[in-house]
C-alpha cells in the first residue's frame, strides 16, 4: 500500500522559514511520479502551491513564486517544500499529493501556522 506522510509544519513569525517533507513509502515508482503540495487554509477550500513531475519541472502558484522551493529526492523516495519569507496568508493545513497512473494519493495534512 502506497502513503506519503507529510512533517516540517510549525508556528513560525512573518518572514521565517519552513521546510516541508513528504516521505512515501510503498510499491511505487517514486521517481516516475508527480508530487504536489496543496494547502487548506482555515474557512476555504484546499488549493494548489507546487508541484514536481518526474523529469523535475516545477510549478508554483504565483503567490508562492520566488519565496517557495519544491525539490526531490529519488533515492530516500522524498519531497521538500522549502518556504521562505513567510507570510500570514501561507498559514494552514499542507498536504502532499501523489500520483503515478491510477494512483493518486493524499497525506494527512500538516500544520504551518505564520503569526503576523
Known amino acids: 500500500q502506497v502513503r506519503v506522510v507529510e512533517s516540517g509544519g510549525g508556528l513560525v513569525q512573518t518572514g521565517e522559514s519552513l521546510r516541508l517533507s513528504c516521505a512515501a513509502s510503498?510499491?511505487?515508482?517514486?521517481?516516475?511520479?508527480?508530487v504536489g503540495w496543496h494547502r487548506r487554509a482555515p474557512g476555504k477550500q484546499r488549493d494548489f502551491v507546487a508541484s514536481i513531475i518526474s523529469g523535475g519541472n516545477t510549478n508554483y502558484v504565483d503567490s508562492v513564486k520566488g519565496r517557495f522551493t519544491i525539490s526531490r529526492d529519488n533515492a530516500n523516495k522524498t519531497v521538500y517544500l522549502q518556504m521562505n519569507n513567510l507570510k500570514p496568508e501561507d498559514s494552514g493545513v499542507y498536504y502532499c499529493n501523489l500520483r503515478l497512473g491510477p494512483t493518486n494519493i493524499w497525506g494527512q495534512g500538516t500544520q504551518v501556522t505564520v503569526s503576523s
Open positions: 510503498g510499491s511505487v515508482i517514486f521517481s516516475n511520479s508527480a
